[in-house]
Every structure is written in structure tokens, then in C-alpha cells.
């Protein structure tokens, strides 16, 4: 796959877009919003929002840590088992998996923001360019993998983690996929 810069189009303001394709659709929660969010979790011991999420983040776990102000613990959290943390805090549809499964719906109350307070994490990493782990040692196997997509993107760091090599190949002149070229509004 060429490590093409983005293309200049692709950064282009769009019009009716806010400030072009890259523009955040939601703001973010503010520090107190965090706070406020964080400590009406329940920290249900059978978290039923775990068992709804597809990639089984530990969710009271890493709420709890917001709840502290523990930003890089809850990152920790987060993309130890899911790597695309930060996208899936954006493009999940979390009102029928994690939100839609929170407690809080069975008292009419407005269920946590999971999916906003994994934001708060996951760019508190992406912000300082910070994973919680790294390469592991090689096994000196090599891998390759088609498709560049989220399914790609996440396979090949599980491998990097386990210590294999791998190259990623992809038909498009980025990595990404639908992450890159396809998330609607
Ligand atoms: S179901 Fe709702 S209240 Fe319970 S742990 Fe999950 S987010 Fe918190």
C-alpha cells in the first residue's frame, strides 16, 4: 500500500460540512460533563453494557476511572480491548448496543453517554499520541493481510502486539476503509 500523504481533495472544506470531512458531527463532553456522566454509572456488576458491546470493553470499569479523573487509566481500559476505541466512540450505534442495554433505560432515565465519555478517553490518547502497549517481542513470523479496513487495522495490531510482522495491503490508496471513505453523517 502506498504511504501516500491524504490527498489535498480529501481535506478540502466540503460545503455544508462544519469546517470540511473531518469535522467533529458532536462537541465534546466538557470536564464537568465527564464528571456529572461518570458518576451516575451504577457500575452494574453484570454490565449489561459490556455484554451488548461488540469488542467487550470493560465500560463501568473505564467509567469508573473517569469518574476519578483517570483519563489515561480509562484509555487503558478502552484500547486494550478494542484499538479502534476512538472510532467506534464516534460511529457506533451505541443507542441499540451499550447505551441502549445501560440500566437507566428501565427507569425512563437518560442512559449514560457511554459512547461520549469513551471519547473523552480515547482522545486523551490520541491527543498524546499514547498506547498502552506496544510491539511484542518477533516471533519472526510475517503476515499479510488484504483489506486495510477497521477488521484489517485491528487484526494487524493484535498481531504487532503478539510480535508478528505484517503488511497490510489494500486496493485504496489509504488504509481505513469504510473509517476513512464510507462513515456517513
Ligand atoms: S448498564 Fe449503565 S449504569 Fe450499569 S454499568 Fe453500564 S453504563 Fe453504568
Same mark, same amino acid.
Given at each position: 500500500?502506498?504511504?501516500?500523504?491524504?490527498?489535498?481533495?480529501?481535506?478540502?472544506?466540503?460545503?455544508?460540512?462544519?469546517?470540511?470531512? @473531518?469535522?467533529?458531527? =458532536?462537541? =465534546?463532553?466538557?470536564?464537568? !460533563?465527564?464528571?456529572?456522566?461518570? $458518576?451516575? %454509572?451504577?457500575?452494574?456488576?453484570?454490565?449489561? %453494557?459490556?455484554?451488548?458491546?461488540?469488542?467487550?470493553?470493560?465500560?463501568?470499569? @473505564?467509567?469508573?476511572?473517569? =469518574?476519578?479523573? $483517570?483519563?489515561? &487509566?480509562?484509555?487503558?481500559?478502552? *484500547?486494550?480491548? $478494542?484499538?479502534?476505541?476512538?472510532? %467506534?466512540?464516534?460511529? +457506533?450505534?451505541?443507542?441499540?448496543? +451499550?447505551?441502549?442495554?445501560?440500566?437507566? $433505560?428501565?427507569?425512563?432515565? /437518560?442512559?449514560?453517554?457511554? &459512547?461520549?465519555?469513551?471519547?473523552?478517553?480515547?482522545?486523551? #490518547?490520541?491527543?498524546?499520541?499514547? *498506547?498502552?502497549?506496544?510491539?511484542?517481542?518477533?516471533?519472526?513470523? /510475517?503476515?499479510?493481510?488484504? &483489506?486495510?479496513?477497521? #477488521? &484489517? *487495522?485491528? %487484526?494487524?495490531?493484535?498481531? /504487532?502486539?503478539?510480535?508478528?510482522?505484517?503488511?497490510?495491503?489494500? #486496493?485504496?490508496?489509504?488504509?481505513?476503509?469504510?473509517?476513512? @471513505?464510507?462513515? #456517513? !453523517?
Amino acid at each position: 500500500m502506498a504511504q501516500n500523504p491524504l490527498p489535498a481533495a480529501a481535506l478540502r472544506p466540503v460545503p455544508g460540512h462544519r469546517n470540511g470531512p @473531518f469535522a467533529e458531527l =458532536a462537541p =465534546a463532553l466538557d470536564a464537568s !460533563e465527564v464528571r456529572l456522566e461518570a $458518576n451516575r %454509572c451504577l457500575y452494574c456488576f453484570d454490565a449489561p %453494557c459490556t455484554r451488548a458491546c461488540p469488542t467487550g470493553i470493560d465500560v463501568p470499569a @473505564f467509567i469508573q476511572k473517569l =469518574a476519578t479523573g $483517570n483519563r489515561r &487509566g480509562a484509555a487503558r481500559v478502552i *484500547l486494550s480491548a $478494542n484499538v479502534l476505541g476512538a472510532s %467506534c466512540a464516534r460511529v +457506533c450505534p451505541t443507542e441499540v448496543l +451499550c447505551e441502549g442495554a445501560c440500566v437507566h $433505560n428501565l427507569d425512563q432515565k /437518560r442512559p449514560i453517554p457511554i &459512547g461520549r465519555l469513551q471519547r473523552t478517553a480515547t482522545d486523551w #490518547a490520541l491527543e498524546r499520541n499514547w *498506547l498502552p502497549f506496544g510491539p511484542g517481542a518477533s516471533t519472526g513470523k /510475517r503476515v499479510a493481510i488484504v &483489506g486495510a479496513g477497521p #477488521a &484489517g *487495522l485491528a %487484526c494487524a495490531a493484535e498481531l /504487532r502486539r503478539l510480535g508478528d510482522a505484517v503488511t497490510l495491503y489494500d #486496493a485504496r490508496e489509504w488504509p481505513g476503509g469504510l473509517g476513512t @471513505f464510507g462513515i #456517513a !453523517e
